[in-house]
């Protein structure tokens, strides 16, 4: 079945009969070739009622569908609990999907063997949050930048040496810091060695959650326009998870805008900045900071 | 002593240092600033330059035995806080100045109840137990909780992110204080909540006529809820003026920088601009001009002479010699400009798709 009057792009979604539909807009996907797509994604935690331990759901990600075009960013974007990061632990395989579909490279992962699947895992790789967390206290920055490799038994051991000291100067940073640990790096510096492992093993896609979050503005900026040039030179796709709307309106090419687990509407930046369709979105984007003192959006008039 | 002419609190060249191994950290090493009845004032700089130690000052809430004030003067009501025996101190905490925190989960005791937590903050000030419950219950309706009975009795965690923030800002609005230190009070929490917040506290400051402190990192915040702007880099202000004043027409290079890193829609398709290098380390900053080693305009001088905070060229206190025609090698405006437009600098940051134009001035601003 199609999804409908709010389609109107190439590329209709499959949706589930009864759940409300998501304004749809947008469609680059749809034009060039789709790296990954996801149809009606679900995920449901168990949780324990009562003294008994009755058994219930809570559902965390329902009906998720999307399509993320090659080379170019998508923003989920929503508030903590709306679903978001969990539907990028699923992309990744880090958290088992309840029910639907996940396609990457045109072929849903259920089709594929386990030796396929582990090389497509190799192609999708991750960024986290908090760079103090994700990097291993006990490794070096060359352990770091080497297990996936290994793990992935890509290339010889001298050969992952070399391709590791090659990573780091591309992140911006010198050759010196290979056998240095992760406290001795400031959190910028530990990002940019997230952002190394992760290209480690050659991805195509790359999740990035909220990467920026925890960085200093001018740190931020840095990050960004390593992001933005690495996907220039290496055609990367990225799936850029966060609640930063300026950093959203600065990179993504579309934007999924998720509410208690689903997508409530989808669309290009420009439709989605200038003509939001869903009380949600216009409440979300009228929370955003004003930049300019005299046009004050959240708290009246700079009468002041 | 306390006086009703005199500014409502005024901080004048505070040191707050630390003893570290490696030498003593100047973390916060000659501030000034005024803060005027019924206003806001806010602190800006990113993290490790000094703002959140600023405020800790105040209320000499200072870790020790490591930290301590070094010098200057606190002056609230005309009188120096400095001066206070630890008594006469724990009697402004929380009754003139209160203060709010970034964790509002840290913040709370989570084996007492909410309602315990508000009375006490106001028996320690000694209210009366009675006047004090019903007091509890009218500042949880005030700042907006649902069921404020039951939230009397509920425990921290029982409440979300945001309504444990609303939970603090009613302990710390309990005795009515004159000031309100406000530590990046919704940096935990999601936009639409912050927004809630943001009104919330501003709401209450024209209710009461408090005036509020507000520090944080973020320049959005500050463009929606200050009336005035203090920026701090390496323990220093390097540059004060009213709100609209600093957006239209940012001057210290540093806020220059900060402006141009932001991400925003006026500048897809373009690369940020970036401070090169890293905030210098506080127990060695760099001699003459702290920003000299991260500046675009950086010259000789730069880093032998220190800049004085009230250039004469600016109509505002900026700690620049691009400011200050007394200093010799000063590159003159055009080669300023130009690059200014080479590194991005001179278009601010919008969330519309049209560029802002720089430098445009509100001429009925003024302090």
Redesign the interface.
């Known amino acids: 079945m199609s999804a409908g009057d709010k389609t109107g792009g190439a590329n209709p979604w499959e949706l589930s009969a009864n759940g409300d539909r998501p304004a749809v807009r947008g469609g680059s996907a749809g034009t060039g070739e789709v790296v990954l797509s996801v149809r009606n994604l679900r995920k449901e935690f168990p949780i324990r009622k009562g003294i008994l331990g009755k058994k219930a759901f809570k559902v965390a990600v329902e009906d998720v569908s999307f399509d993320i075009g090659a080379g170019k960013t998508l923003a989920l974007v929503g508030?903590?609990g709306s679903g978001k990061s969990t539907v990028g632990l699923m992309l990744l395989g880090l958290l088992p999907v309840t029910s639907g579909e996940i396609s990457f490279l045109g072929r849903p992962l259920s089709d594929r063997s386990a030796a396929e699947r582990r090389e497509l895992r190799r192609k999708m790789q991750v960024v986290f949050q908090d760079p103090y967390a994700s990097l291993n206290a006990r490794m070096t920055v060359r352990q770091a930048l080497t297990e996936g490799m290994a793990v992935h038994r890509l290339g010889t051991p001298a050969e992952r040496e070399a391709k590791a000291a090659a990573l780091l100067k591309q992140v911006g940073l010198a050759e010196s810091a290979l056998d240095r640990y992760p406290h001795e790096f400031?959190g910028g510096q530990r990002q940019r060695i997230a952002i190394a492992r992760a290209l480690s093993v050659d991805p195509q896609f790359i999740v990035l959650d909220e990467p920026t979050s925890a960085l200093?503005?001018?740190v931020?900026?840095?990050v960004?326009?390593l992001l933005?040039r690495l996907q220039r030179e290496r055609g990367l796709t990225y799936l850029f998870i966060t609640?930063?709307?300026?950093?959203v309106?600065?990179?993504a090419d579309e934007v999924c805008v998720m509410e208690a687990g689903r997508i409530v509407e989808r669309g290009t930046?420009?439709e989605i900045?200038d003509t939001p369709q869903e009380a949600y979105t216009r409440?979300?984007l009228?929370?955003?900071?004003?930049?300019?003192?005299?046009t004050?959006?959240?708290?009246?008039a700079?009468t002041? | 002593m306390a006086s009703e002419n005199a500014p409502l609190l005024q901080v004048k060249n505070l040191r707050t240092y630390f003893n570290t191994p490696r030498g003593t950290a100047k973390a916060v090493d000659g501030v000034s600033f005024t803060l005027e009845r019924g206003?806001t004032l806010a602190i800006v700089g990113?993290?490790g330059c000094g703002k959140s130690m600023t405020a800790l000052s105040i209320l000499q809430l200072v870790p020790e035995p490591a930290g301590y004030i070094e010098d200057g003067r606190i002056l609230f009501e005309g009188r120096d806080l400095l001066d206070l025996t630890w008594e006469q101190m724990r009697a402004v905490r929380g009754k003139d100045i209160a203060m709010i925190f970034q964790e509002p989960m840290t913040s709370l005791n989570p084996v007492y109840t909410i309602g315990y937590q508000i009375r006490e903050a106001m028996l320690i000030h000694g209210k009366e137990a009675g006047a004090a419950q019903a007091r509890a219950l009218d500042l949880l309706r005030r700042v907006g909780l649902s069921d404020p009975e039951q939230a009397l009795r509920q425990y921290p965690h029982e409440l979300s992110?945001g309504m444990r923030q609303r939970v603090m800002i009613a302990i710390a609005l309990a005795n009515r204080p004159k000031v309100l230190i406000a530590d990046e009070p919704t940096t935990a929490l999601?936009?639409?909540?912050?927004?809630q917040i943001?009104?919330l506290i501003?709401e209450l400051q024209e209710e009461t006529g408090m005036s509020v402190l507000l520090i944080t990192?973020?320049?959005?915040?500050?463009?929606?809820?200050?009336?005035d702007v203090c920026v701090m880099y390496a323990g220093q202000v390097v540059e004060s003026a009213p709100?609209?004043d600093l957006?239209h027409d940012p001057q210290h290079p540093y806020t220059k920088?900060?402006f141009a890193?932001?991400?925003?829609?006026n500048?897809?398709g373009q690369?940020?601009?970036?401070?090169e290098g890293?905030v210098p380390d506080s127990t060695n900053w760099p001699k003459a001009c702290r920003f000299a080693p991260r500046c675009p305009f950086r010259w000789q001088e730069c880093d032998t002479i220190p800049p004085i905070p009230n250039p004469p060229a600016s109509d505002r206190p900026v700690r620049c010699h691009l400011y200050n025609p007394a200093i010799p090698g000063r590159p003159d405006a055009s080669t300023v400009r130009k690059e200014e437009e080479a590194r991005g600098l001179a278009v601010?940051?919008?969330?519309d798709?049209a560029p802002?134009p720089a430098s445009q001035k509100?001429a009925e601003v003024g302090r």
Do not use: C
């Open positions: 508030e903590s400031s200093d503005v001018s931020q900026s840095q960004l326009n933005r609640h930063n709307l300026a950093v309106e600065y990179l930046v420009d900045f409440r979300l009228s929370s955003i900071p004003s930049l300019d003192p005299s004050r959006r959240l708290v009246g700079g002041r | 206003k990113e993290s992110g999601d936009v639409t909540v912050q927004a943001l009104a501003r990192h973020d320049l959005g915040i500050v463009a929606e809820v200050a009336d709100t609209r957006f920088g900060l890193s932001l991400p925003a829609r500048r897809r690369d940020l601009a970036t401070l890293v601010l940051p919008s969330h798709d802002a509100d």
